[in-house]
């Protein structure tokens, strides 16, 4: 890639992200409140996203020995108990990870 091209990949992909951030101002303006949309959508879509991942995540999980489907299950046990507890979702996930990669590295 020549240097005129990084620098019109770079000012693409500049331009976009600007107007991507500006985008929902232009969209729903400066209220006070929120649309019933976005507020909808404020309510929906973390518990849609934490769906979604669990169900990736889990896809692929066999039965057919132990080793296979014990670390996810604990995994996503701790992944729902740090939620219940400390309700953030970077701890939860963070957590759920770090105990996943634990067990799978050093346990099963």
Do not use: D, Y
């Given at each position: 890639m020549s240097t005129a091209?990084?620098?019109?990949?770079?000012?693409?992909?500049?331009?976009?992200?600007?107007l991507l951030r500006f985008l929902p101002?232009?969209?729903?303006?400066?209220?006070?409140?929120?649309?019933?949309v976005l507020d909808s959508l404020n309510k929906l879509l973390p518990s849609a996203i934490i769906a979604v991942l669990v169900v990736y995540?889990?896809?692929?999980?066999?039965?057919?020995?132990?080793?296979t489907f014990v670390p996810e299950l604990i995994a996503v046990?701790?992944?729902?108990?740090?939620?219940l507890w400390k309700r953030n979702n970077l701890v939860s996930i963070g957590g759920g990870t770090v105990v996943y990669m634990l067990l799978v590295q050093l346990v099963f």
């Open positions: 091209e990084a620098l019109i990949t770079i000012a693409v992909v500049a331009v976009l992200t600007f101002f232009l969209l729903f303006g400066r209220k006070e409140r929120p649309s019933p995540c889990l896809k692929n999980v066999s039965f057919q020995q132990i080793n046990a701790v992944v729902v108990l740090l939620h």
